[in-house]
Every structure is written in structure tokens, then in C-alpha cells.
């Protein structure tokens, strides 16, 4: 009987779906509008979060060492270093490869290639590339540096003058994640009200059929549930029509952004990450649409 | 049988509808409830499905209290009362069929019983043909026709007739009278609220006069709507 019962509910509302065309349209354009604005922040959040990582990646501490100073000394700081919980990474340059890397970077200057070639021996110093976990860190693993036993052998660490840079770069990471996440909260409240509104005002329409349908001796699950099938499937076929509609846009979009920034392969993502997506938006759609046909008709169904 | 004992009505907390009204309806009865505009004779019909409560007084269906039934049966108390509206309150959305099959799909009827009932009742009130049509392809006569359709569809023993034939012409106002009566001769206890005298005098039944909330004159045989 219960199985009856369901396939009814559900050919009701998909029956009431497909019969108020010019309601269904209208619902199902607004929800369309409101999950691709939900798209578009996941795009835009994914953009920030990808110029935060690379703005962070840009932040590192070099040590110089001195170049009296002994390889096993060196090692032991590298090896303190891959020690300490802040460090995410540390990569050592010795004096031969700092040589090397220089004259591949100035390969085509004649004039320094002319000097060093003058120079007796190797100016250059070796050096450790250290990246920290998060760009707070940094000053802590300065900070152990200078309490390192072999601190005499350290000739500079590079932090303290680019402090102030770190310290900017770090600002400007906390800020475009906490500003991107209240515009995400209120875009997305609005987004919801909105789609409540909506919805609610399709359920005022049939409100002398939900009366009629009372009178008749229906009950509040037998009156209400088509309606919740109906607010569903607006959220399908608005989870469908953005999907169809965002992905080939930012398939057109990435290069333009890719170009403006480097690195930032927003397609990419979305396409590795298509599944997910598909089942965010199908879910958030349906959700939507049946919470709000829920709260929306209970206020009709009072005895 | 239905009890209405002493029951008075207010609206919007001191305007008195119903004064003191006692009735007596016995199973089968057709009983005309007529009076003037205002008399209050939507107001006793609007009781028996519990839209409104009496400020005072009870109404009993079968010696059961409607007013002690919990919200969650008050569903099940108007599937056993059919109703027909002078606005026949149609589903707009739903064609004749469906329109009927609500009745029985809310008391749980199998898409077997509803396939095999619902054209059977369309052809007793002679709408076989207009079986996929909507209301709005419908006449007026058509529209009261398919109303009582679904009042009848799930057998219940009170109809209940609000100006049945307030929208219609002549000829469509006799037709759903002759069916109300031949539904009253299958047993059906019939209560028609109307202020057609014609149509009282040509039934010839109980006439309940009504008049500023009161039951003036209660004619019990071959009663006439003396105005």
C-alpha cells in the first residue's frame, strides 16, 4: 500500500510539474539562476584560493651560509630544519649549484659571464631554500635559526628583510579568504531566500486547491507531498540547466583568466572535480526546492 | 443520524450567525435548508465539516461528537461527507478523472478500484464523454455535475449541498436536483442549502426555514419554501 501510495505522490507532482508550464519555467529559471550564482562563487573561491597558494608559494627564508663553512654543519641545520613541525620544505644549494644555477640564469650576459670568469674561485654562497607550512610561520623558523648551535656558520637569513613583504602577502591571504567567505554565507542566504520566495509564491497560487483539497478530506502528507516532488524537480532541472550552462562558460572563460593569471586553470578543476559537483548542485537543488515547498505550504495546511 | 444541539455561532468574536439551533436529521432524510441571505444556512453546513466550531452547543454524527475529533480526523470525518459548492470548488489542475479520483485516492483506493469506479460515477451523472476534460472545458452544469461525481465517488452516507445551484441556468439547476434525489433514494442522507424556491416546492421533502440564525418553521413532509 505504502508503495502505491509513493507511486502516486510522485506521479501527482510530476504531473502538476509538467501541466503549470509557465510556473515551472519561471521556478525553474530562478532556481537555474540561483545554483549557477552558487557555481560561479565555487569558481570564484577556487580562483582565490588558488592565488593565495601561489602567493604563498612566492614566500620562502634563504640561509646563506658562510663559505668557511663546513658541508656537515650545513647538513645538520637542513636536517634541524626538516625537524621543526612549521617547515614544510627544505632544499639545499651548495656552492657548486648555486654556481651552476647563476650562470644558467645569466647564460646570455656576456659581461658577467666575463667577470666570473676573471674571478678566482667561487663567490657564491650555499644556501637553504626553506618553505613553511603557513607564511605565520615564518618568523618562528627564524626565530629557532638564530637559537640553531651552528648559528655562527650563517652568514644571513634572508627573512627579516622581506618581513614586511611576508607580512603584506599574509594579510592579503587572510583577507580574500575571510572576505570570500562572508560573500559566500550572504550571496548564498540571499540565493536561498530568494528561491524560497519563490517557491512560496507558486504554493499561493494553489492555495484554494490545497483548501479544496482539504475540504475533500485530504491529509496534511497527502496534500503536501506532491509538493515537495514538485519542489524537487524544480531543483533537478535547475541543477541540470546550470550545469549545462556554467560548465561549457567556464570551459570559454579559463584561458581569458588563465592569462590575466597564471597558474590558475579554473576548467581544469572543474572537470577533475566533475562528480562532486554534479551531486553538490542536483543535491543543493533538490533540498532547496523541497525545503522550501515544505515550509511554504505548511501554512495551508492548518486545521 | 445528526445531531445539532443548541448550537450558537459567533463571527469575529461577538457577530452571532447561529442562535440556539437544535436539529434532528434521521439517515436517508433530504432536507432543504432555506432563508434569506444571512440566515445563516451555510454556517450549519460549515459545521458539519468542521470549518468553523459553535461557540456553544454540539453537533453528533452518529452519536460522535465532531468537536471532540482531533485534528488528525478531521480528514477522515470529510471523507465520509461529500460536499457540493455553488463555486463547485473543481482541482483547475486536474482533468474529471483526476478530479474524482482525489475522493478515493485519500481513503486509499487502489488504482484498480479507481480505474473501475470513477468512469461508472462520470456515467451516472453523464459525463462520460468529458472524462479528460478540465474545468474550464466545462459548462457550469457540467462543472456542478462533476462536483457531485466526486461527492458520490467513495459512497458516503451525508452530501452535503451548498447552493448547488446557484450558478446554474434553469435546466442544469433540475438536472443536479434530479440526481441529489436519486442519490437520496440509494440511501444517502441529502442536505441541500438553497434559496430556489422553485426547487424546494418540486421536491416536496423536509423544509428547514431559516431566518436571522434561527430554524423559524421545520417542515417535516412535503414541505414548501413559504416566503
Redesign the interface.
Known amino acids: 500500500?505504502w508503495r502505491?501510495?509513493i507511486r502516486?505522490i510522485f506521479n501527482t507532482g510530476w504531473t502538476?510539474f509538467k501541466?503549470?508550464s509557465y510556473v515551472t519555467i519561471g521556478t525553474t529559471g530562478v532556481m537555474t539562476l540561483v545554483l549557477l550564482l552558487f557555481l560561479g562563487l565555487l569558481a570564484l573561491n577556487f580562483i582565490s584560493d588558488t592565488i593565495i597558494q601561489s602567493l604563498n608559494e612566492k614566500v620562502d627564508i634563504t640561509v646563506y651560509f658562510k663559505t668557511t663553512a663546513a658541508e656537515e654543519e650545513m647538513i645538520s641545520v637542513q636536517d634541524d630544519l626538516k625537524n621543526f613541525s612549521a617547515v614544510k620544505s627544505v632544499e639545499y644549494i651548495s656552492r657548486d649549484q648555486a654556481l651552476e644555477d647563476f650562470k644558467v640564469r645569466h647564460a646570455g650576459n656576456a659581461l658577467i659571464n666575463e667577470s666570473l670568469a676573471e674571478l678566482e674561485g667561487n663567490p657564491l654562497q650555499a644556501s637553504l631554500n626553506v618553505k613553511a607550512n603557513n607564511t605565520s610561520e615564518y618568523a618562528a623558523i627564524a626565530n629557532s635559526l638564530e637559537g640553531n648551535k651552528f648559528r655562527s656558520s650563517i652568514d644571513k637569513i634572508n627573512f627579516y628583510e622581506n618581513e614586511q613583504v611576508i607580512g603584506r602577502i599574509e594579510k592579503i591571504s587572510n583577507g580574500l579568504r575571510n572576505w570570500g567567505l562572508v560573500a559566500t554565507l550572504m550571496l548564498s542566504v540571499i540565493a536561498v531566500l530568494v528561491t524560497f520566495n519563490t517557491i512560496r509564491l507558486t504554493i499561493y497560487n494553489?492555495k484554494q486547491?490545497i483548501e479544496?483539497?482539504?475540504?475533500?478530506?485530504?491529509?496534511?502528507h497527502?496534500i503536501s507531498m506532491p509538493y515537495l516532488v514538485e519542489g524537487a524537480l524544480y531543483g533537478l532541472f535547475a541543477g541540470f540547466l546550470a550545469l549545462i550552462i556554467f560548465y561549457p562558460a567556464v570551459y570559454s572563460v579559463s584561458p581569458k583568466v588563465a592569462r590575466l593569471m597564471p597558474g590558475v586553470d579554473t576548467f581544469s578543476y572543474f572537470k577533475a572535480n566533475a562528480w562532486q559537483f554534479i551531486i553538490i548542485i542536483f543535491g543543493a537543488g533538490t533540498i532547496l526546492g523541497m525545503v522550501s515547498s515544505l515550509v511554504a505550504i505548511r501554512r495551508f495546511l492548518k486545521? | 443520524m445528526i445531531e445539532i444541539k443548541n448550537v450558537s455561532t459567533v463571527y469575529d468574536g461577538d457577530v452571532e450567525i447561529l442562535d440556539s439551533i437544535n436539529l434532528e436529521i434521521k439517515d436517508g432524510e433530504f432536507v432543504s435548508i432555506v432563508g434569506p441571505a444571512g440566515a445563516g444556512k451555510s454556517t450549519l453546513l460549515k459545521l458539519l465539516t468542521r470549518e468553523i466550531r459553535p461557540k456553544v452547543g454540539d453537533v453528533l454524527v452518529d452519536g460522535v461528537n465532531l468537536f471532540d475529533i482531533t485534528a488528525r480526523e478531521v480528514p477522515l470525518l470529510r471523507r465520509k461527507i461529500g460536499t457540493v459548492f455553488q463555486d463547485f470548488k473543481l482541482l483547475t489542475s486536474k482533468n474529471a478523472f483526476e478530479n474524482v479520483a482525489f475522493a478515493l485516492e485519500v481513503v486509499g483506493a487502489t488504482k484498480e478500484e479507481i480505474d473501475n469506479d470513477v468512469p461508472k460515477v462520470l456515467s451516472i451523472v453523464g459525463l462520460s464523454e468529458k472524462i479528460n476534460s478540465f474545468p474550464h472545458q466545462l459548462s457550469g452544469g457540467e462543472k456542478q455535475r462533476l462536483a457531485i461525481a466526486r461527492a458520490l465517488i467513495h459512497r458516503p452516507r451525508i452530501i452535503l449541498a451548498d447552493e448547488p445551484t446557484g450558478n446554474l441556468d434553469l435546466v442544469n439547476s433540475y438536472d443536479v436536483l434530479k440526481l441529489l434525489m436519486k442519490i437520496n433514494e440509494l440511501g444517502t442522507t441529502v442536505i441541500m442549502v438553497t434559496h430556489n424556491r422553485d426547487l424546494v416546492n418540486t421536491v416536496g421533502r423536509r423544509v428547514v426555514t431559516m431566518e436571522k440564525g434561527k430554524i423559524v418553521r421545520d417542515q417535516v413532509e412535503q414541505g414548501k419554501y413559504i416566503i
Open positions: 500500500m502505491q501510495t502516486r502538476n501541466r503549470n494553489q486547491e479544496i483539497m482539504r475540504l475533500v478530506g485530504g491529509s496534511n497527502h486545521i
